[in-house]
């Protein structure tokens, strides 16, 4: 569409979100170059000039991938384990089993337009008609049929409260559950959610615990589960805050023997050393 006018392509666009050109041209159009230009200049890096800006220790990590996937070896215990981190949209995951994605105690869900990691989960996993129509949105759905089962429509739930929900569209990327971690309360009379460290350390034990649970009941189990910097975007947390109150978690959960498959998905070259330091044993 290259050679379309600029009004063509806009208006196309705004058809496949299903919004007025306006706000596409608004919004959604920000976004979108937005994470292009972010691709670019990833690409652009040179080599050497990555390694040194993500402030990976030598021989801490073996690249996988190129600069969006590292795998890093951490001592947890007697034994060695190894994390996967993604340094890209959480959009873009794929073959992990389970992606958690923070939200509020009221579990109301922010518009898919947004750029939240909630937003491009939601996104993601709408089965949307050529048209740009929505035909199915499962994460929507899901969290609603939970609140009507637990009787919580209309009332908060317990910080750390941990929902599971199908994952729509995203089944064809090798995502089958998307687990919505209950952090963010928000904060009367104003936009703005407060987030607390063991609200955050509280909720990874529980998507564990979720985890354990599901597992034996799907075919194959789920073994692998991706977190996000919980609580570090509209919450306020410092990534340095974020990863300790989830990493608390983690260490725990491996320490006691257990065997599953842990990645983080970040979206900056800052947060992902502050991941590769791990494997040096400095705590975040």
């Known amino acids: 569409t290259r050679d379309w006018p600029a009004s063509s392509r806009r208006a196309r666009a705004a058809s496949v979100y299903g919004v007025s050109v306006e706000r596409f041209r608004k919004d959604h159009e920000v976004m979108v170059l937005g994470q292009v230009a972010e691709h670019v200049v990833r690409l652009a890096a040179a080599p050497a000039e990555r390694e040194a800006e993500a402030g990976v220790p030598p021989g801490g990590e073996r690249e996988r991938g190129g600069v969006t996937h590292r795998t890093v070896r951490v001592l947890v215990g007697d034994r060695q384990v190894v994390l996967t ?3 890209h949209p959480v959009d873009l995951l794929r073959d992990v089993d389970v992606v958690v994605s923070p939200i509020n105690v009221h579990l109301a ?5 947004k750029s939240s990691v909630a937003a491009s989960l939601r996104r993601a996993a709408t089965v949307w008609g050529v048209t740009g129509d929505v035909i199915e949105d499962p994460v929507h759905e899901g969290l609603s049929e939970w609140a009507a089962e637990h009787d919580t429509s209309g009332r908060a739930v317990l910080p750390g409260t941990v929902v599971a ?3 729509g569209a995203l089944t064809a990327q090798g995502v089958r559950r998307i687990y919505h971690a209950a952090i963010a309360v928000p904060r009367a009379g104003t ?12 909720a990874v034990s529980r998507t564990f615990a979720v985890l354990a649970e599901e597992s034996g009941r799907t075919a194959p189990p789920l073994r692998s589960v991706c977190f996000p910097l919980l609580g570090s975007g509209r919450g306020g947390l410092p990534y340095h805050v974020s990863l300790g109150a989830v990493w608390a978690a983690v ?16 979206r900056t070259p800052e947060a992902a050393a502050l991941v590769a330091r791990i494997a040096s044993g400095i705590r975040p």
């Open 85 to 87: 981190v993604h340094m």
């Open 109 to 113: 869900l922010p518009e898919a337009y």
């Open 165 to 167: 929900t199908g994952s």
């Open 191 to 202: 936009n703005d959610y407060d987030v607390l460290p063991t609200h955050v350390t509280a």
């Open 251 to 266: 260490e725990a959960e491996l320490a006691r023997g257990a065997d599953w498959d842990v990645h983080f998905v970040v």
